[in-house]
């Protein structure tokens, strides 16, 4: 007699077709137990009699699926999946990129079970984490960007260093904006939050950690009431108040989670892409990130805001100058020859700008993110020359002045920002970050 494989749920199909059969079961009694109908019981009581146990067994038990997929393709996706710039790829983001890089379509789980047969994915249990509060999304689109950086190492040694990736999260969307630095400092993060501006405009708030850059902490026996009544600010503070944008400081990394959450998928996710492009160069990384990560971000991660529709981005007006409030700024007082010390160099207010009672006064001077320096007094700007110093310090050799663009920004995009985040940092910030450090 041919023994028939089933498994236990055929087994007990069998046994109360068998007892309907004896006329031990009714077959409204059968029907009820297996959750069909009456007639389809009397047909497979009817069948029993002609084709025996096989009954209760699926027609194509045993054999293998129309839809299988050929040996050809599996083995060929096993020696892909081999190859060393794809040694820690898990079975969704393998799928994914089989897909994009090979247009080869597997579904994740056919790939898993593949690479657990071949010996490279092994199944794991997720671990638990500390549960910490949880909070919501805003509920609009740029009511809340949340703002940090990663230390990573981003090219894995390929090439050139790659460290630091300063990235700008949508609370209420997940939507992303960044860039790679070379330095986590005040001028990197302004040209980020640049970008950032003219893209999308001026979000409401923005949520940093306690980093130097965005706080200053209390002095040793000062009081909250007693620093904001003394006003004292970062840069990006003061640049973010002149831009009429809130700052929200965190006191944990888990309190500004969505960013945080964000960088393990970048460090996962960005990594291994970087890799499969062949990237060597911030340069390079850059561009990837501009053409390829972020749009594919925000096309697959980004969630739908509560409020639909409802922008609260604010746009950049004629009234605000990104080149002056993105700067590093100080005040000067100008001394009697109409000269004022910067970092250890003096420039002068050349002659055709110099106005009575200058002398002994205030002067705003800012350190542009392209390097220039530029004088205002009293909300207009004067031209400047460097100089030669106080006596005892050699001179210092100064350019030619360009004439003044009265054109400025008119007529499209300016592209001064061209190849910003090619080039190091300028002389004088390097000066600026270096009095900083030994401060």
Known sequence: MERIAMTQEERDWLDTLKRVRDGMLTQREAAGQLGISDRWVRSLVADLKQRGDRIVVHGLSGRESNRRIDAK????????????????FGPTFAAE????????????????GW?????????RSRKLRKVHPWRPRRSSYGELVQWDTSDHD?????????RHLVRMIDDATSRSWGRFVEHDGTRENMGVLREYLE???????????????????????????QRRQQDRLTQLGRALRELGIGAIV???????GRVERSFETDQDRLVKQLRLAKIKTMREANEFLEKEYWPEWNERFTVSPAAV????????TKEIDLDATLSYVENRVITNDYTFAYYGRYYQIVREHVKAGMKRQDLRVELRLNGELKACYQGRYVAIKECSSEAGHSAVPSKPAKPTRKDHNAGG??????GFWDKPSPALWQAIRNVKEKS
């Open 73 to 88: 393709i599996r083995d060929k996706v096993v020696a892909i999946l081999r190859q060393p710039d794809w040694h820690d």
């Open 97 to 112: 990129q089989l897909a994009k890089q090979h247009e080869i379509v597997v579904s994740r789980e056919t790939l898993r």
């Open 115 to 123: 690479m657990m047969a071949a010996g490279i994915w092994k199944s």
């Open 154 to 162: 981003w090219l894995e040694k390929r090439g050139e260093r790659v």
């Open 199 to 225: 893209r999308y405009g001026r979000p409401v708030e923005v949520y940093t950690d306690r980093d130097s850059m965005f706080y200053v902490p209390l002095r040793k026996g000062e009081s909250l009431e």
């Open 250 to 256: 965190a006191y944990s990394a888990q309190a500004k």
């Open 309 to 316: 529709g409802m922008d609260m981005h604010r746009p950049l």
């Open 413 to 418: 995009k300016s592209r001064w920002m061209d």
